[in-house]
Nanobody, 123 residues
Framework: QVQLVESGGGLVQAGGSLRLSCAAS????????MGWFRQAPGKEREFVAS????????NYADSVKGRFTISRDNAKNMLFLQMNSLKFEDTAVYSC????????????????WGQGTQVTVSS
């Protein structure tokens, strides 16, 4: 069983930065591919970024490429999302997810989800 807890969300002006964190419980964190997803009001949840278990492979949605960076610290069971040059359209609840199956930059059928953290970007 893995529990995921996000933090770091908040209110920021357009052009600003935020760093999201996801703390994972359990001893097998490194075997999971990890990802960030977001859901804006009235919209479906969408993929943001993913990273392989050893951190060697990353993948990003086109909308965040060049602005967001995903990383992980397996020694501390932590996942991060550095978000720069934030835009109004980045406003959403951001959730982290863990999946045993990670292939070609994609998480398949995530096994665990966090509760989410709100990111609000003012224009």
């Amino acid at each position: 069983q893995v529990q995921l807890v996000e933090s770091g969300g908040g209110l920021v002006q357009a052009g600003g930065s935020l760093r999201l964190s996801c703390a994972a419980s359990g001893r097998t964190f490194s075997i999971y591919g990890m990802g960030w997803f977001r859901q804006a009001p009235g919209k479906e949840r969408e993929f943001v970024a993913s990273i392989s278990g050893n951190g060697g492979t990353t993948n990003y949605a086109d909308s965040v490429k060049g602005r967001f960076t995903i990383s992980r610290d397996n020694a501390k069971n932590m996942l991060f999302l550095q978000m720069n040059s934030l835009k109004f359209e980045d406003t959403a609840v951001y959730s982290c997810a863990a999946a045993r199956i990670y292939y070609s930059g994609r998480l398949y059928n995530p096994d665990y989800w966090g509760q989410g953290t709100q990111v609000t970007v003012s224009s």
